[in-house]
């Protein structure tokens, strides 16, 4: 539920000025994340409230540079991961990435859009037009990977697929 | 329900809920939460508080905004010093010649008192639950600037209230050596150097004169002690025990606790050897 999202992300963000005011250094992933899961939980133990209907993805660098992703549900628990998907089709994508996520797939930015974007394409209509990216890199604000970038990598992605299927027929 | 928690409405569900809540006593709120104390029902900044003290007789008793003690505090190179005396006077009689004004928040922060013995021990009581509890939630220490901001904001509910205290939090975090003074008016200022009390202009002039940044562990500390030693001997409000301590990467550690009679003697002798 996208509503919800919006509530929650304004709460989140109100909290991380509020955190930089009174202790003067910025949010700690775990923090902005436990304080989003406290939230969602207090709705699921209170009269006349329903749950959040979103499951969260949290992804950001601490204060002193190193990289967290966090997961968290309506019920309010929270996990930290390496790698994960939510949504519809969260199951596919997430084994997807069990099989191919290893630290030296990742150990290139091209190499870790690729892998995210094969994740995806997995579920997805092919086509540079049903997928977004972000990326994230430490004391940078967050961008987007443009529209001719990704369109670039999806062709690229879809030969390297034909090249194995070719491969394969000939074995 | 929701609508009603919202707006702060109670709704009791027995008869003998809504009596034991209006036999509570409102003025004993800080047993439950320490942050919160009963504020009189004079309206906040329209009357000076201290017009409501007399005596028995009727006469006026005089609050003594004054601070009446020697605290410092100094950054250098080694850590943080600080230094106390340990006299505590209501108007011109020494209550006690014995007073422990370096508080000890845990075995990493320290604070001084100066100013209302009650209000700086409570309040820095107080900072000490907050520092454990956000030790406890985030798995790590918390920060020099954020202990002294919980306290100054805790000060500043009751500013205009009479509350006394010029205090200074110091320690030693991620950032480094950190020391801040925070005061009843609210105000929050990291420094370098800070002397607080009656005495303070005394310990100031013997601290400029003798500091630099890289000092060494022992001189420093004999610096923070000459300055309360001078202050104490100058200061009518200030004497007692000269005590320091040092804040270190590890924590804070307590050097030495010496009587100022016999600080003045060895400085004596040490002169007169000189010449």
């Known amino acids: 539920l996208t509503a919800d999202a919006r509530i929650l992300v304004n709460r989140a963000r109100v909290e991380c000025q509020s955190h930089k005011l009174t202790v003067e250094d910025p949010v700690t992933l775990e923090y902005i994340t436990r304080y989003i899961a406290t939230l969602k939980q207090k709705y699921t133990q209170s009269n006349g409230r329903r749950p959040f209907g979103t499951s969260c993805l949290i992804a950001g660098f601490d204060m002193d540079g190193t990289p967290h992703l966090y997961l968290t549900d309506p019920s309010g ?36 859009i690729k892998l995210v974007v094969r994740a995806l394409l997995e579920v997805v209509q092919s086509g540079a037009k049903n997928v977004e990216v972000a990326i994230m890199k430490p004391n940078e604000p967050m961008k987007m990977l443009d529209v001719t970038n990704l369109e670039k990598i999806v062709n690229e992605i879809e030969k390297e697929k034909e090249e194995e299927a070719e491969k394969k027929k000939q074995k | 329900m929701a609508l009603e928690a919202l707006h ?51 006469r006026k008793i005089k609050l003594n905004y004054a601070h009446g003690t020697t605290t410092l505090g100094f950054k250098f190179d080694g850590g943080v010093i600080m230094a106390v005396d340990s006299r505590a006077t209501s108007g011109q009689y020494i209550g006690s010649g014995n007073v422990k004004k370096i508080i000890e928040i845990n075995p990493y922060l320290l604070g001084t008192m100066a100013g209302g013995a009650a209000d700086c021990t409570y309040w820095e009581r107080v900072l000490a639950k907050q520092c454990r509890i956000y030790e406890l939630r985030n798995r790590e220490r918390i920060s020099v600037a954020a202990a002294s901001k919980l306290l100054a904001n805790m000060v500043y509910q009751y500013k205009g209230y009479g509350l006394s205290m010029g ?109």
């Open chain 2, 8 to 58: 702060g409405i109670t709704r009791y569900h027995s008869k003998n809920e809504m009596l034991r809540d209006e036999m509570m006593i409102p003025d004993m709120e800080n047993l439950s939460n320490q942050c919160q104390l009963a504020i009189p029902s004079i309206p906040k900044g329209e009357v000076n508080v201290g017009e409501y003290l007399v005596d028995e007789t009727g």
């Open chain 1, 77 to 112: 628990t929270y996990t930290e991961w390496q790698a994960n998907a939510t949504g519809r089709s969260a199951k596919t994508v997430r084994e997807f990435l069990e099989k191919h996520y290893s630290d030296e797939s990742v150990s290139s930015e091209e190499g870790a």
């Open chain 2, 167 to 275: 205090v200074m939090i110091a320690g030693w975090d991620k950032k480094g050596p950190g020391l801040y003074y925070v005061d009843n008016d609210g105000n929050r200022m990291p420094g370098n150097a800070f002397s607080v009390g009656s005495g303070s202009i005394y310990a100031y002039g013997v601290l400029d004169s003798g500091y630099s940044k890289d000092l060494s562990d022992a001189e420093a500390q004999e610096l923070g002690r000459r300055a309360i030693y001078h202050a104490t001997h100058r200061d009518a409000y200030s004497g007692g025990i000269v005590r320091v301590y040092h804040i270190k990467e590890d924590g804070w550690i307590k050097i030495s606790e010496e009587d100022c009679k016999d600080l003045h003697y060895k400085y004596a002798d040490e002169k007169s050897a000189f010449s």
